[in-house]
């Protein structure tokens, strides 16, 4: 048994101005719900272990196996649990307060947001404004459409680059978070969760929302938490 967990990092800097892209740090309630996934992951983390009978606290002894057998001795490795970022500060930052050893932390550029090519830095209203006919041609078309400029993606684009992360992900036998971007949660939901490509593009995912997939027999359940500041 095990448990995928999907969020987009914090709020950055160029969420609170609305520019697109780019790489900015957290702003200050970003951090607190670093500080808050931090401690969330890790009691979810203790109650699945617990009830999976996998806890670190609890090491399985084998029926038949003597003190003596060289397996018994063997030191005890708790359970390996994964957090995958994108190579972007937003979302390492958000992972900062994971403990090193207590986790599996890797950063992996195939979880970085769509890239905007020349749009890259800009709001969607200078976008509008300077390249209108490519705003329209977006809005009309946001799973083929790719950014003008050097690098610039599509979500087909995407899909694509993610692709072997997503077998990566359905060959492990251990539980993950997954901490990247907007584009990249809606795309990793949309495969995990059997979302036409068609609603994906525009599927609302907020920020400071944690998704929880877990693989039953017969499909993917999915629980979304949402972090209250008021609290
Ligand atoms: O606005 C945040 C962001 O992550 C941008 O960096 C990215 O270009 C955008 O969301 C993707 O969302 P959409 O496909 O709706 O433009």
Not at 62 to 72: E, F, N, V, W, Y
Not at 90 to 101: G, K, L, S
């Amino acid at each position: 048994r095990r448990q995928f967990w999907i969020t987009r990092h914090g709020e950055s800097l160029d969420n609170n101005s609305g520019q697109i892209g780019g790489d900015a740090s957290l702003t200050q309630k970003g951090r607190i719900y670093a500080e808050a996934l931090t401690s969330f992951v890790g009691e979810q983390r203790a109650i699945f272990e617990a009830n999976s009978g996998t806890s670190s606290n609890s090491p399985i002894l084998l029926p038949g196996l003597s003190r003596s057998s060289s397996l018994a001795n063997r030191p005890y490795q708790p359970p390996k649990f994964s957090v995958w970022t994108s190579m972007l500060r937003r979302t390492i930052e958000t992972v900062e307060q994971f403990d090193p050893v207590a986790y599996d932390i890797r950063h992996i550029r195939a979880l970085n947001e769509i890239y905007a090519g020349s749009c890259e830095g800009m709001t969607y209203k200078e976008i509008q404004g300077k390249f209108p006919a490519e705003f329209a041609a977006r809005q009309a078309n946001k799973l083929y459409y790719r950014y003008p400029g050097m690098g610039g993606e599509s979500y087909a684009d995407v899909i694509q680059r993610l692709s072997p992360l997503i077998v990566e992900l359905e060959r492990t036998t251990h539980s993950a978070l997954i901490v990247t971007h907007n584009a990249m949660t809606r795309t990793l939901l949309a495969y995990m969760m059997d979302i036409p490509t068609t609603m994906m593009t525009t599927m609302d995912v907020p920020l400071h929302t944690v998704y929880c997939v877990e693989p039953k027999p017969f499909g993917n359940e999915c629980r979304q938490y949402r972090f209250n500041f008021e609290s």
